[in-house]
T-cell receptor
């Protein structure tokens, strides 16, 4: 059983640029969520995708967008990067239905915005 | 406004002793609580959970206690082992079918051999 894998592990961007982060869900999972973890903070919910549609969104601006593909993999896109976007971005997958509360996280993509 | 609070940023415990990590919440709609453990350079891993209809859940060395009236939960680790050294996050869901997990800031546990 493969876990959640994310790429890239680290990247550096400059303010105003755009970034795409990728995530492969754990085998058998059909729901994917993205979280942002700033330094010294707990993970913060960005959004969740189920059946290729956004299923819920946290308090993040529209320049944060996502996609879920038929194979349940996912992308997080951030446009017009700001310095405060520097954080660890965590992808988590789960299976909709009973047990859906337990998320399986990837190791994250660490984004630095200069 | 932090809805899940872990007021102790760090905790040091001797190996073999009990570790007690605390978590308070403000949102009375939360009805399912989880603890995650995070090692450096790894993602958070699920440890144990508890539904609001229970006041205790046990899994091996780990026990979570829930006091709904006080809006407080705690994670007990007995006996503590050096491999337990990690950051522990308390998290909560509100309502059936809820998709958003709300996390605390975490407590860094150091178990001293």
């Amino acid at each position: 059983e493969t876990g959640v894998t994310q790429s890239p592990t680290h990247l550096i961007k400059t303010r105003g640029q755009q970034v795409t982060l990728r995530c492969s869900s754990q085998s058998g999972h059909n729901t994917v969520s993205w979280y942002q973890q700033a330094l010294g903070q707990g993970p913060q919910f960005i959004f969740q995708y189920y059946r290729e549609e956004e299923n819920g969104r946290g308090n993040f601006p529209p320049r944060f967008s996502g996609l879920q593909f038929p194979n349940y993999s996912s992308e997080l896109n951030v446009n017009a990067l700001e310095l405060d976007d520097s954080a660890l971005y965590l992808c988590a997958s789960s299976l909709a239905g009973p047990g859906a509360n337990v998320l399986t996280f990837g190791a994250g993509s660490r984004l630095t915005v200069l | 406004d932090q809805q899940v609070k872990q007021n102790s940023p760090s905790l040091s415990v001797q190996e073999g002793r009990i570790s007690i990590l605390n978590c308070d919440y403000t949102n009375s709609m939360f009805d399912y609580f989880l603890w995650y453990k995070k090692y450096p350079a790894e993602g958070p891993t699920f440890l144990i959970s508890i539904s609001s209809i229970k006041d205790k859940n046990e899994d091996g060395r780990f026990t979570v206690f829930l006091n709904k009236s006080a809006k407080h939960l705690s994670l007990h680790i007995v006996p503590s082992q050096p491999g337990d050294s990690a950051v522990y996050f308390c998290a909560a869901y509100s309502g059936a079918g809820s998709y958003q997990l709300t996390f605390g800031k975490g407590t860094k546990l150091s178990v001293i051999p």
